[in-house]
């Protein structure tokens, strides 16, 4: 908060609502990387992800949304749905299920 309010000269709150692309995963990861250093962090970098996630463009129809589902994989431990992504309510938590239930499935199989 203190660098980011030292660099915009106002309040970090304003910096940030004045932001019009602002994801505070990307920013923790600036800060880690490149202010803190990734050990003093605590941190390690990778190419693995574990997070399945969808930062941006809705699905197109359901072939999409399956693939996305489909494509979670055996070192994901979590999965993500940006926010600011228009989908419904329902659609989401039906994604959700979905994944919760191919995930509990591939677990019983290992």
Same mark, same amino acid.
């Given at each position: 908060?203190?660098? $980011?309010?030292? +660099?915009?000269?106002? @309040?970090?709150?304003?910096?940030?609502? /004045?932001?019009?692309? &602002?994801?505070?995963?990307?920013?923790? =990861? $600036?800060?880690?990387?490149?202010? +803190?250093?990734?050990?003093?962090? =605590?941190?390690?970098?990778?190419?693995?992800?574990?997070?399945?996630?969808?930062?941006?463009? =809705? &699905?197109?129809?359901? @072939?999409?949304?399956?693939?996305?589902?489909?494509? +979670?994989?055996? =070192?994901? $431990?979590?999965?993500?749905?940006?926010?600011?992504?228009?989908?419904?309510?329902?659609?989401?938590?039906?994604?959700?299920?979905?994944?919760? /239930?191919?995930?509990?499935? /591939?677990?019983?199989?290992?």
């Amino acid at each position: 908060m203190e660098r $980011v309010q030292a +660099l915009a000269g106002t @309040d970090w709150r304003i910096a940030l609502a /004045r932001t019009p692309h &602002f994801a505070e995963y990307i920013l923790y =990861g $600036v800060f880690a990387d490149k202010i +803190l250093g990734l050990e003093k962090a =605590g941190l390690f970098a990778t190419d693995e992800t574990l997070c399945h996630a969808r930062w941006s463009d =809705g &699905f197109s129809g359901t @072939d999409e949304v399956d693939s996305f589902i489909h494509d +979670l994989g055996p =070192g994901h $431990v979590a999965f993500a749905l940006q926010s600011t992504i228009d989908i419904p309510i329902a659609a989401r938590r039906a994604i959700c299920e979905r994944m919760a /239930r191919l995930a509990a499935e /591939r677990d019983a199989q290992a």
